[in-house]
C-alpha cells in the first residue's frame, strides 16, 4: 500500500484534525529516525501514520486501543512488524518493545505532543521558536504537557539516544511540516 493509499484508509476512521495532525507528526519523526538508523524509512513511516487508525473507537476503552488499530492493520495485510510495533505502543497491554520500530514509536508517540506544546505556549506559536534546549527546560517541568509521559519519551535511551539527540531528530522532522501542521 502506498502512502497515500494508506492515508485514504486512515481518514475513513479518523475525523480529528489534531489526531491527524499527531500521526503525521510521528510518520515524520519515525522517518527521519529510520534514516539515522539505516531502516526502512517506507515502513517506519508507515507505522507512525497508522499507530492512531483505532483512536477514535476506543477512546472511552483505552484497554482495547492499539489492539483493535493492530487488527484492523494486519487485515488489511500490513507486515507484522507494523502490526506489532502499533500494538505495543500502548503500554496498558504489558507486551515489550522488541524491535527498533517498536522501541522507537513508543518513544516519539507522547514526544510529538511536548513538541507542539512547546509551540503553542510560545508568543509566536510556531515551531520554528522551538529548540532543543527549550523543550529540555520544558520537559522537566511537570505541569507542562502533563499528557506527554516523560518515562514513555526518555525510554529513547534504548535506542542509543540521548534525550536532547532524539528530540533534536523529533523537532528536526516535525519543523519540516510545518505548515501542514499549522505551527
Known amino acids: 500500500m502506498t502512502r497515500e493509499e494508506a492515508y485514504s484508509e486512515l481518514i475513513k476512521y479518523v475525523d480529528n484534525k489534531n489526531l491527524l495532525k499527531h500521526m503525521i507528526s510521528t510518520e515524520v519523526v519515525l522517518i527521519r529516525l529510520a534514516k539515522h538508523f539505516d531502516q526502512d524509512p517506507d515502513l517506519w513511516g508507515m507505522t ?16 482495547i486501543h492499539s489492539l483493535k488499530g493492530a487488527e484492523m492493520l494486519e487485515s488489511m495485510g500490513f507486515p507484522e512488524e507494523l502490526v506489532y510495533a502499533v500494538k505495543v505502543h500502548n503500554q496498558r497491554h504489558g507486551l515489550p518493545c522488541i524491535s527498533l520500530l517498536d522501541k522507537a514509536l513508543y518513544a ?21 521558536a522551538v529548540d532543543v534546549q527549550y523543550l529540555r527546560k520544558k520537559f522537566d517541568q511537570k505541569a507542562f504537557a502533563r499528557g506527554a509521559d516523560r ?11 540521548s534525550l536532547e539527540e532524539f528530540l533534536g531528530y523529533g ?12 505551527l
Not at 516519539?108 to 520554528?128: C, H, N, Q, S
Request: aromatic share 2%.
Open 151 to 161: 518515562d514513555q519519551i526518555l525510554t529513547c535511551s534504548e535506542l542509543g539516544l
Open 48 to 63: 507512525g501514520l497508522l499507530h492512531d487508525i483505532d483512536y477514535e473507537d476506543t477512546k472511552e476503552e483505552p484497554e
Open 171 to 182: 523537532l528536526e522532522a516535525m519543523q519540516g511540516i510545518s505548515n501542514e501542521l499549522e
Open 108 to 128: 516519539t508517540d507522547p514526544m510529538t505532543g511536548l513538541i507542539v506544546a512547546g509551540a503553542l505556549v510560545r508568543p509566536e506559536k510556531k515551531i520554528a
